[in-house]
């Protein structure tokens, strides 16, 4: 049985992920802003900002009372962003690094000493497909996810000798409310992401189920499912191609805004 830490776990994957844990039987505490009380029938709850570093310091006070240690952090918190490179602000480039990087570096940065000490350990960190394949429209986004994935694989690889591992996780569009979080100046991104992921064909328990059995596996990067798997082969099989579809849809996105203005 585990000891897991599910951030941003009150909605969406995050919560796909604390409830696929707990049906194994582990113990999952949920982290989240979102203010939910315990729930006997789902486990306990911390209030978790993790763009604050006292909420992390009180995060593992928590788990060190409670539990003597962690088996499992999972650093999911995060929003939705992006926008054209000419149109979205510095603000919002600040904000998406502050929550979806520096949530992950403040998480690992808490619980490496721990997770050292105790010579065990696994940090998985959700990112997303952006942070493999870099579509047009969405810089900010495209970026700060390649951080997360470029942090774990440096994780991963620190780590190695303490027994600690670390996974990336990098989903294509699911089902999820993520999109309720987009904020900025590019009016453009919304209505597109919104389309895609109400029209995606697997919602956040099915791809839950494909993160866990790709840990089970030992994956260091999990592609869980075939719209990611599809697009990453191709940008390492046939890079023109690749490259000719991103151009295509960033044709597109401008001629959108063409008509837009």
Not at 3 to 10: D, F, M, N, P
Not at 39 to 54: I, K, N, Y
Not at 157 to 174: I, K, T
């Amino acid at each position: 049985m585990s000891r897991v830490l599910v951030t941003g776990g009150a909605g969406g994957l995050g919560a796909a992920l604390a409830a696929a844990y707990r049906s194994r039987g582990d113990d999952v505490v949920v982290a989240d802003v979102a203010d939910v009380a315990d729930d006997p029938g789902t486990g306990p709850f911390l209030h978790l900002d993790v763009r604050s570093d006292d909420d992390w310091a009180a995060a593992r006070a928590w788990v060190e009372q409670e539990w003597g240690g962690l088996d499992v952090l999972v650093n999911n918190a995060g929003v939705a962003g992006g926008g054209r490179l000419d149109v979205a602000t510095l603000e919002e480039w600040q904000w998406i690094t502050e929550v979806n990087l520096f949530g992950a570096v403040r998480g690992t940065r808490t619980f490496v000493p721990l997770l050292k000490q105790q010579g065990s350990g696994l940090i998985v960190n959700v990112a997303s497909l952006a942070g493999l394949v870099h579509p047009a429209g969405m810089g900010s986004y495209n970026a700060v996810k390649a951080a997360v994935v470029a942090l774990s694989e440096t994780t991963g690889h620190e780590l190695a000798e303490f027994g600690v591992r670390c996974a990336v996780v990098c989903p294509s569009y699911f089902r999820t409310g993520l999109v309720a979080s987009l904020r900025g100046a590019d009016q453009l991104l919304e209505p597109l992401m919104r389309r895609l992921v109400d029209h995606a064909p697997l919602g956040a328990d099915d791809i839950a189920a494909e993160v866990l059995a790709g840990l089970d596996r030992g994956d260091e990067v999990i592609l869980p499912d075939p719209a990611a798997r599809a697009a990453y082969e191709l940008k390492q099989t046939d890079r023109t191609a690749y490259d000719e579809t991103m151009r295509r849809q960033a044709s597109r996105l401008h001629d959108m805004g063409r008509e837009q203005g």
